[in-house]
């Protein structure tokens, strides 16, 4: 069973020679002329202001974790649309039906405590 | 496939387990209810009577005998008799918890919405049949509980404490899912009734994973050596809270142990391994707590080295070595909510007990008598005294090891009990026959508060319960007829 992946290896390490060897030959071979031009953030890129290592509002996290969950929502709906059908046709539709939903709803309740407890007001 | 049959007991199914979808419902009903109503005073009193109502479902179950969903979850037995025991522990914890959040203005609704999710992660875990299901309720517990100690967020020894038990608690579900990976790779089932059969006598890779789950298990549990989030834990969290973590959660971990003992190993295979880990349980957790002076901390300690006499018992491997650490997980459950109940009442710091030392709790006994008697009880029902339900309980787990041969075993766990006499009767002793030094604090201001009549309430009836669990057997016998 492990042989069958024996080609994937070999691509692996083709990948990683091919890249590694490249990068290498740049810095190598290639001119090595540095300038403050140059150096400076590429095209649209702003000059840095100030540290990143600054203090992020709470909100920020908040909202992540709602898009997480709603994120993980879609991630287990999916398996669910696809075999939807053949639930339908074996004519167990209204309880697959009725257990997503249930899924869906006390998602919903998450967020609207969410939204009742001021999660996502930015004063 | 046929699917036609896939939800054709759904109705039966929900029906059985209804103090799951009980429990379950009232957290979400809490959850809305709260955001609409902020510390209202009727979301505890929603809590208690789902949890009632619940128990109350649950009470016919006891002499049912089957699977639902399935063969997800169990039905009746023994899983019904664990889940009595989580939604008994869970009603006694919301009543002393309601006065004492009241007093330290956390009476949040999000308390008791994490409650009721955290028994509901319980009676899952209690009921399980199935690994899946043994994980989802772990999570569903574990998860819940880090937020519950983490609750008084401006006390810094909770926020350490809660970031402590997520840490090590993440950890360990890593170890425990690693373990469910190796299993179905040995077994190729999921389902506990099937593995027993599929393991055969088992390859290493089977034993490899027996050995991550039982790590998980083992610190769920509080056992040596996965026992060091345990006295933090309980010293930062709140103490009603504390009472209900170190009972029901502990029941419920216990119960999908013996679940997996019974019904997924090979049977006489892990009996040396159990001893081993009884032992040092025992031995380290009575040592250990021997030097506490913080009450909590004690106790703490005292409820690792009982989780190893519940290991002696399921050490034995037998069937009365199972019913045997069933009974003892009820009466721990009792004084253990007792004990905690009453240190609850005793924290004029307001900091959670966390600085609270032995010394400042010198002739208390005398000045506050309820509290003081019913400690009484509690701490001579941990110690294992006749007649009251601890030495009851020693009997039932330490009787199963001995008609199994393991009589080295026995004689360990009765000599650590014996040790653990010295720290629990100096509780008492420092109650009772030591006063109070000029200037101690709490001495007068502090000590000018009104037990609630719900703590007292909960207080009696823990004492009366353990009396009466101490000279029947009617809880024995039942526990006695769930494994074959």
Known sequence: ?123 | MDLSQAYSSMWADIAAALPLVIVSLAGLVVVVFDAYRNRHAATPLITLAALVLAFAVEIPALSADGTAFHGMLRIGGAAAFVNLLILGSGILTVMLAMPYLKRLDMHIGEVYSMVLFATAGMLMLGAANHLVTIFVGLETMSVCLYILTGLVRKNQGAIESALKYFLLGAFSTGFFLYGMALLYGATGTMSLSDMQVAAGSGSVMFWAGVALLLVGFLFKVSAVPFHMWTPDVYQGAPTPLVGFMSTASKAAAFAALITVLVLALPPERWTGVLAVFAVITMVIGNVLALSQSNVKRMLAYSSIAHAGYILVALAAGTPEGYSGALFYLLVYTVMNIGAFGVMSQLEWDDAQGSTQSLDSLAGVGYRRPLLGWTMVFFMFSLAGFPPLAGFLGKWAVFAPAIDADLVWLAITGVLASAVSAYYYLRVLVVFFMKSARDGEPGTAAGEAFVIPTMTRGVLIFCTALLVVLGVTTFAWDLTGTFFG
């Open chain 1, 1 to 123: 069973m492990l042989s069958d992946f024996y080609p994937l290896f070999v691509q692996l390490a083709i990948a990683a020679g091919l890249s590694f060897t490249l990068l290498k030959a740049a810095a190598l071979i290639g001119p090595n002329r540095h300038n403050i031009v140059k150096r400076k953030a590429y095209e649209s890129g702003m000059d840095p202001i100030g540290s990143a290592h600054e203090r992020y509002s709470v909100k920020f996290y908040l909202v992540a974790m709602i898009f997480i969950v709603f994120d993980v929502e879609v991630v287990f709906l999916y398996p669910w649309a696809v075999s939807f059908k053949e639930f339908l046709e074996a004519g167990a539709g209204p309880g697959v039906m009725g257990v997503v939903m249930l899924f869906v709803i006390v998602l919903a309740i998450g967020l609207l405590y969410d939204i009742k407890k001021g999660g996502l007001e930015f004063d």
